[in-house]
């Protein structure tokens, strides 16, 4: 596994250096202070579609890391060609409401 990237190209390049998994996603995570300190990042659902392609094409796989709020966002991951959503955050929310 390798990552995190936005673009096909960076994905293209970790799957031929050996990558089976390459984690997408700059800037949209829940605790992601990226976008915040240095104004980079890359809407969630573009590189998803765009590193998707990329890696299905050569036999690699994608994990889309970060951007998950919402039980419905984890479906745009997936329909946008995700193989796995990270979903830390999430999980955690819901830890918190079940414990207390």
Do not use: W
Request: charged share 15%.
């Amino acid at each position: 596994m390798a990552g995190n990237v936005v673009t096909p190209e960076m994905t293209e390049q970790l799957i031929l250096s050996g990558a089976d998994i390459v984690k997408v996603g700059i800037g949209p995570g829940s605790v992601c202070t990226t976008r915040k300190k240095t104004g980079v990042g890359y809407p969630q659902i573009s590189a998803v579609l765009e590193c998707a392609d990329a890696a299905h094409g050569l036999g690699g796989m994608i994990i889309s890391d970060g951007g998950c709020q919402m039980p419905g966002d984890f479906s745009k991951a997936f329909g946008a060609g995700a193989d796995f959503v990270m979903a830390g955050g999430t999980f955690v929310v819901m830890m918190k409401v079940v414990v207390n």
